[in-house]
């Protein structure tokens, strides 16, 4: 019993069209990755710095006053929440209260996100040596914000909020400018106020600045001259992710030639394609089929008249040949 064997062109084609699938893939796997390799940004936050020179009477001496409240610094978080400082030395070596506040918090954070420092003083009090009883500056609450988010740009806020008290005189600041305040026998302060300053990277904000010179003549303090800084707060922005200068594995190159078409199959087998058998011969292309048609009957009884008509010839022929022998 013979069998039959079907070839399958199709499948060759789909073969052909994998290998040349395989052969562009790498090129793509291949492409740059990316990874950190920008610097991590900074913050810094502080409540209070001061820069004052303390001159004592008689010029017998010059005292530095250098102090701060609450300063911070980040890469990594930090915050403080200290309400007072105090210097020695400026006043016959008596601790001087330079600062007192009911709320004084700074906070410096950074991470992948960006970089942030922010300050927040309430009913703070500022004394230089010379004055104890009289304030430098009192002010009901100011806030300092620096924020340099990764792909924004940096954003610098300082807000003055409620009164303002220079050497016992309230006084209305100028937004975002400078307010001078003189008292007679004690001395003059310049303040500026909410200075903001920032670049495509960095940002800074100051709530107040004040520059002081007063001669208050008292516990043998002849000249205070320098300046008082409140509520100051500053951000670098984080270097985002940037692209290897060179892949990480060589790309393959791409094909020089696009893989070549394979003939569809035609509606027929072909000579070389279709059915075989296995002596290696070819089967028609037409086969037999089962079954009738309407015509059946008509070639049949076509067929039995002409063997009943041949079936008479031969005996006409044989009795002729009896009758003649």
């Known amino acids: 019993m013979n069998s039959n064997t079907f070839r399958m062109p199709v499948r060759r084609s789909a073969a052909a069209a994998t290998v040349a699938a395989l052969a562009v893939g790498p090129v793509l796997l291949a492409a740059p990755a990316a990874h950190a390799t920008g610097g991590e940004g900074r913050a810094t936050a502080v409540v209070l710095r001061t820069g004052l020179d303390v001159s004592l009477l008689g010029k017998t001496a010059n005292v530095p006053v250098r102090a701060s409240l609450n300063e911070v610094r980040a890469p990594e978080s930090e915050n403080e929440t200290a309400l007072s400082v105090k210097v020695r030395g400026a006043e016959n070596g008596e601790p001087v209260d330079i600062l007192r506040a009911d709320v004084a918090t700074s906070e410096a954070t950074v991470d992948e996100e960006g970089a942030e420092g922010h300050v927040n003083l309430v009913k703070a009090r500022v004394h230089v040596p010379g004055l104890p009883l009289l304030s430098l500056v009192e002010v009901e609450k100011v806030t300092s914000k620096a924020l340099c988010a990764v792909g924004e740009r940096p954003v610098a806020e300082s807000d003055v909020l409620g009164h303002v008290t220079v050497l016992g005189k309230r006084t209305t600041l100028s937004a975002g400018g400078r307010t001078r305040v003189s008292v007679p026998e004690v001395g003059?302060?310049?303040?500026?106020?909410?200075?903001?300053?920032?670049?495509?990277?960095?940002?800074?904000?100051?709530?107040?600045?004040?520059?002081?010179?007063?001669?208050?003549?008292?516990?043998?303090?002849?000249?205070?001259?320098?300046?008082?800084?409140?509520?100051?707060?500053?951000?670098?922005?984080?270097?985002?992710?940037?692209?290897?200068?060179?892949?990480?594995?060589?790309?393959?190159?791409?094909?020089?030639?696009?893989?070549?078409?394979?003939?569809?199959?035609?509606?027929?087998?072909?000579?070389?394609?279709?059915?075989?058998?296995?002596?290696?011969?070819?089967?028609?292309?037409?086969?037999?089929?089962?079954?009738?048609?309407?015509?059946?009957?008509?070639i049949a009884a076509g067929a039995l008249a002409l063997v009943v008509a041949g079936g008479g010839a031969l005996a006409l022929t044989r009795s002729r040949a009896r009758s003649r022998g």
């Open 188 to 298: 003059e302060v310049t303040l500026d106020l909410s200075r903001t300053t920032t670049t495509s990277r960095t940002a800074a904000a100051t709530a107040l600045e004040l520059k002081v010179k007063v001669n208050p003549l008292e516990l043998g303090v002849a000249e205070v001259d320098g300046t008082v800084t409140l509520a100051e707060a500053t951000c670098e922005t984080p270097e985002g992710t940037k692209p290897t200068e060179k892949p990480t594995a060589k790309p393959t190159k791409k094909p020089t030639e696009r893989p070549s078409e394979q003939p569809r199959p035609s509606a027929e087998p072909s000579d070389d394609g279709g059915l075989t058998t296995n002596n290696g011969t070819t089967p028609t292309q037409n086969l037999a089929e089962t079954g009738g048609s309407s015509t059946t009957p008509y």
